[in-house]
């Protein structure tokens, strides 16, 4: 039986196409490093021992114990009880992630961060993590050509390239009997992500074909849709910076506001239309030879088995000829305003029926006009990707169009920008009785190394990125001004210039992807920091 908890109609209409693929790599095999599983724990004895303590490479330790990095720890996972939406226990392995897999990992001290201690934290840089710098994420449209090739050409890389440090599973811990058979799959650093936003929203598997449970997703439809997302944007930085060598790399953001289409779908950004088939790109754009993964929800239900990794075909999107009775057209800049003004995180049940709910109506299923939820209609974060009508429209395979990336950078900025305004205390993130994978205590799902919900709701600041288009006023009335002078100069004067001109003249400077951060800013958003 297909199991449908009631009244998810009309929220699960961008859901419903991208949950399952099969076929298996015996991670004894791999090579020597670890991934999303870190590829060092998908062997047979990591996962009997259910231990994921890899050595650091400069010392030869576990979790770099010799070095002071970190130390191999029992994890633990919070007691809180979680909402009703899920009334299971001891069916799927995310439930009190990682301990189906793993029930010690590595704890990282001071600056130091990842699976083995190996890297620094967000915002941290150097040989010992103590070089604090505060990167700049810029809208695609103030990039210079050069910078907007080397985007490309650093999203193409690694489509190209296999992850060196992790793996994905490609079955259930029963299915692999019990961690003595492992299953998992060689995949790229690109999709090594666009695996995890699959498995955090896919299905529950609740005991053979067809079988399934789909009232339930880890990293959406609840609190911890903006965390899981800033974290996730986050790792994507930072293997890019790993993988390139490039430390100033930062994802530039869409600012879709008012947008008639999508602008960003020509060939020199995120691929435009093929003449041939509009729903197919362009091939004048290297996204036209991209392959899909983990695109198949309802075979892989129909089946009771996970995604296989393998690949399903080219990236369909046809921008604008989505259901117009579920989204009519791109969120505006008032329903952006309306949204930032809901003084509330988080509402009622917590999950899609939320009212007048910060987190709902950003998400999109809260009326972005009334705040009201469970919609008939779909707005902001959501509209887009049903607007994008195809790889974007489906929850789980949405990561697949690179689109994603600077799609959620823009929501991530508005979540960033409702903190600072209204500068929540802690206690507005939930604690208990939100849907399963979203109490404050929760570790997010897939990740190793762990993170905590509660962690990430907290300003951008502390985790050492900004915004440009949130930048000090003073700053921006500064590039204003450059900018004014730049086009007398260009234009002659003239008072007057083209709609188009207009659009990419009031700019930023070309590059400003690393900011030494100073102690007044820092300490003006301490507050944000909290154990919550």
Known sequence: THRKAPGLETA???????????????AVNLPEYLAQFPRLCATPEALRTKECCPPWEGDGSACGASSGRGSCQDVEVPDQPDGPQYPFSGLDDRERWPLVFYNRTCQCAGNFMGFNCADCKFGYFGVNCNERRESLRRNIFHLSRTERIRLVSYLNLAKRTVSRDYVVATATYREMENGSVPMFADVSVYD????????????????????????VDFAHWAPAFLPWHRVYLLHWEHEIRKLTGDESFTIPYWDWRDAQGCEVCIDELMGGPSPQDPSLLSAGSVFSSWKVLCSRAADYNSRGVLCDATEEGPLHRHPGNQNRNVVQRLPTSAEVEFTLSLTNYDTGAMDRSSN???????????????????SSRMGMHAAIHVFM???MSSVQASAND???????????????????????????????????????EYHMVPFLPLHRNKEYFISSK?????????????????????????????????????ARKWKTLFILPERQPLIWSNDTVESSHRNYQTST
């Open 402 to 440: 690179p689109i994603f990336l600077l799609h959620h950078a823009f929501v991530d900025s508005i979540y960033e920008q409702w903190l600072r305004r209204h500068r929540p205390s802690p206690s507005q993130y939930p604690e208990s009785n939100a849907p399963i994978g979203h109490n404050s």
């Open 462 to 498: 502390d985790l050492g990125y900004e915004y440009s288009h949130l930048l000090d006023a003073r700053i921006v009335t500064m590039a204003v001004t450059a900018a004014v002078l730049t086009a007398k100069r260009r234009y002659g004067g003239l008072p007057w210039l083209p």
């Open 12 to 26: 699960a209409v961008w859901d419903n196409s991208a949950k399952h693929c099969a076929a298996t790599i015996n």
């Open 356 to 374: 007048m709910s910060f987190r709902n109506t950003l998400e999109g299923f809260g009326d972005p006009q009334t705040g009201l939820g469970s």
């Open 192 to 215: 090594v992500f666009v695996w995890m936003h699959y498995y955090v929203s896919r299905d529950a598997l609740i005991g053979g074909p067809g079988n399934v449970w789909t009232d």
């Open 389 to 391: 009508n195809g790889s």
